[in-house]
């Protein structure tokens, strides 16, 4: 076994990338020359040279108040300077947050409507669409590089684009974020999952609210609260990514406690800034259903499921991804995807800001399996 030869990518932390010589192999670190495999080694880390977004991610300088208050006038009346005297708007203000989302997806992503019902969590756009193009990259590693040319991820050069991939979204909740920002940036077509009918039902009204949408997402409910994969992916799908925000907290009083510490954490923040705080501020602003924040065994529970379901459909998805929100969560995740069999593991640490965010992925094909995918889609 020897881990694959690839470098960290600009404003993300590379940790393992492995690729076991058969099912149940423990990784191992690159072996010397007439040297045996050494043990299985603990996930390293390679420091990446910059804790920004991700060089393609639009939001990389900040955001451009102006031309989102023109593009969205309603906006208007939430920005104003802050202490240090740039234009911003008070995250802690759901209607704000949710009125910046829409002139985000209006100004750099070309989508002219987008609502979410009350109470349904708001996803942080530059986060979302920064998966994304790490999964872009995942993509582009193993793609068949042009004659005589070499890859260049950064530049989005060999990054496969268009209705050829298809990707799989875990529980995309009443905002639909990935599969919008997925089609709008790359082409990509969607199938998106949930468990809630009222969130699947707000997705399909922005997708017809969106003519440039129709027929590239498609919607399936999950009828079955213990599966995953099973009941949404069929026979005939056949998947390149799947994608997944997994609800963190292990029941409603975890998450409630998690949404306690947020507020406090953005009041402090808002008062640092000089900001007044107002007593009543009760609501998140991100907000969040029960499917969208809890689950029995949080976490930890779904990704052992998700990796387990895994099993049955790897030979229909090129990578399955989640992200992982508890560092801790990763050694287990480890210990049963070598018991399941993968061919290899990712994981990623996305920093933004002083937030770090992990993305595990792995697949159960070879390299060999990944180049003649890549040359038969791409």
């Not at 995309?172 to 809630?196: E, K």
């Not at 602003?285 to 099993?311: H, T, V, Y």
């Amino acid at each position: 076994m020897t881990p694959s030869p690839k470098s960290a990518r600009s404003g993300a932390k590379k940790t393992i990338s492995q690729e076991p010589k058969a099912k149940g192999a423990k990784p191992a670190s690159t072996p010397k020359p007439s040297c045996k495999p050494k043990p299985k080694p603990k996930p390293t880390t390679a420091q990446s040279p910059s804790k920004g977004l991700h060089p393609r991610n639009l939001q990389g300088q900040g955001y451009d108040f102006v031309a989102l208050m023109d593009t969205t006038p309603a906006l208007k009346p939430f920005v104003r300077p802050n202490p240090y005297g740039n234009l911003s708007i008070d995250f802690s203000d759901p209607k704000a947050v949710k009125l910046l989302n829409l002139a985000l997806l209006r100004l750099h992503y070309g989508l002219s409507y987008w609502d979410i019902p009350e109470g349904f969590l708001c996803p942080p756009i530059p986060g979302r669409v920064d998966y994304l193009h790490y999964l872009a990259d995942l993509l582009a590693e193993s793609a068949p590089p042009s004659k005589g040319g070499k890859r260049n991820v950064a530049t989005g050069a060999k990054v496969p684009r268009g209705e050829r991939v298809v990707a799989l979204d875990i529980g995309t909740g009443a905002n639909g974020i990935y599969p919008l920002l997925g089609h709008q940036v790359y082409g990509w077509r969607f199938v998106a999952s949930d468990i809630d009918p009222v969130s699947l039902a707000n997705v399909e009204r922005i997708i017809a609210n969106n003519p440039q949408l129709a027929g590239k997402l498609s919607l399936r409910q999950q009828s079955d609260a213990k599966q995953i994969f099973t009941g949404v992916i069929t026979a005939k799908d056949r998947f390149d990514l799947t994608l997944c925000n997994p609800p963190f907290h292990a029941s409603l009083a975890e998450a409630s406690r998690g949404s306690e510490r947020k507020l406090k954490n953005l009041a402090a923040n808002k008062r640092a800034k000089g900001h007044a705080v107002a007593k009543n501020q009760e609501k998140l602003n991100f907000g969040g259903q029960k499917a969208e924040l809890w689950c029995e065994g949080g976490e930890q529970a779904f990704l052992g499921q998700m990796i387990r379901e895994s099993r049955e459909f790897g030979s229909q998805c090129l990578w399955f991804t989640s992200l992982v929100s508890k560092k801790e969560n990763l050694k287990p995740c480890y210990r049963l995807l070598e018991q399941v069999g993968v061919k290899r593991v990712e994981t990623l640490e996305m920093a933004q800001g002083n937030k770090l965010t992990r993305v595990l992925a792995w697949t159960f094909m070879t390299p060999e399996q990944h180049r003649l995918w890549n040359q038969y889609r791409v």
